[in-house]
């Protein structure tokens, strides 16, 4: 693919995100956003977080691997665990990041 096909795309997602996210703010900047849209809202970040993370704790290689052997579900799960008692989230990514380290070291 061309250097300017590729500068075109990239521009062309650019303007997109930056309208969708305009579209947004000047919708509200006049007005109250309901109490079921704050609400709504509130679970985005955590979503997108998932989503991203998700995937790359469950699969290896490619292949989806739920099992004992697979340090980054282990590793995941315990920091899930940190995260819904401290709420935390330095404390959630040490705390994974130190068992994922360690499992990968015993492993």
């Known amino acids: 693919m ?11 997602m650019a303007v997109g995100t930056f309208l969708l996210r305009l579209s947004f703010i000047q919708f509200f900047a ?22 991203i993370i998700l995937p790359a704790i469950v699969y290896t290689n490619g292949v989806p691997d739920v099992s004992f052997g697979n ?8 920091a899930l665990f940190v995260a819904m008692r401290t709420k935390s989230f ?12 360690l499992l990968r070291l015993f492993i």
Do not use: H, K, N
């Open 71 to 78: 340090e980054r579900l282990l590793a995941g799960i315990l």
């Open 90 to 101: 330095p404390l959630t990514v040490g705390a994974g990041m130190a068992t994922f380290w």
């Open 2 to 12: 061309a250097a300017s096909t590729i500068l075109w795309i990239t521009l062309a």
């Open 30 to 51: 006049d007005r109250e956003v309901p109490p079921v849209l704050q609400r709504i809202l509130r679970y985005v970040p955590s979503a997108a977080v998932s989503a």
